[in-house]
């Protein structure tokens, strides 16, 4: 509620004045006020880098256009022949970013279960540099121990990137357990009402957080004064709706598991999911995102047309709950071929849990599920 912002000097108010001036009078040019230039910085960004600097136990918190702006500035940390490792089971944007751009300026590039220490270890290559994990991830929500992993990585010398979107800092804090940076797309829980678009990193140390200053200033996506607003307020309140809404699905994913159309529910807050435990040691709670598999592709259609309180569509966060089929919404950007290899098939829905009531929610989920027809 309270971090990142003190109570404006001049009017005592409760919230963050919205500054939107782009540059200030410099009475004396040699000795330059905090504030220069509004993408280099700004007090209304700062007070949400600030939050999230400290919530998440950071240094460096530093605001972005987007998620993806605030993923792409993690990449550049890395240098031409670089080799990264990422969660195979990664969202759509990470990989189109990774195919599209990144593998042109020369990172090596390699796909890797981080749940699975094995294989971690298996991928490890001279010029690793860094592991960016998705936790949970997506659609999947396989679960990576991260203090373990961080420890493997340190002794290698590799950076830890952590994209903490799906659990947000209430629920875990990786810098804590040893990773160097973590990113969130702020779009989702942190803003929380599906109206903005916003990303945030913050970094554990201060060196690696100037460095990653240095490319938000250089590149410029930086998170308007607006959105800076929009998402400190979404902090406010991230507790109360994570609470509700993952309450909710931890009872929808128990009727969906019993439900006779459903072939397979995937949330680590069920005791049979491989990363429950983990979880458990890891997280405060299992949140609010969760995919199942029905017996058959064809009733998917049907289930969208009837629901009657859940959307349907991409993204995920908001307080409404959100259907989303990865084949059309988070993994369009991979080709067929890569979407089948990681198990991505048109009979898989990832719910977004939001704050309906639970009854309702789980009548409407099971109704459309009831009545689908092949
Ligand atoms: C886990 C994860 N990280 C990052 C992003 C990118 O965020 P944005 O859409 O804010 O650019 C997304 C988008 O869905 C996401 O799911």
Redesign the pocket.
Known sequence: MHTGYELDKGTQAITPPIFRATTYHQADPWNPPPYDYARSGNPTRHAFEAAMAELEQGTVGLAFS???AA?TAALMLLSQGDHLIVTRDC?G??QRVLRGIFSRFGIQISYVDTEDYHALAHALKPQTRAILI?NFS?PFLHVTDIPKVSQWAHANDLWVMV?N??ITPYLQNPLTQGADLVIH?A??MIGGHSDI???IAVAKDSDLGQQLYFIQNACGAVLSPDDSYMSLRGLHTLPIRMDQAQRTAQKLARVLQDHPRVEHVYYPGLSTHPGHEIAQQTMRGFGQMLTIRVKDATWVPDVAHHLQLARVGAGFGGTETILSLPELH?HAALTIDERRERNITPDIIRISVGLEADEDLIADIVQALDRAEA
């Open positions: 987007s998620g993806m993923l969202q944007g990470t998705e997506n994209d979107t799906f797309s779009t989702k678009t916003a990303g988070c």
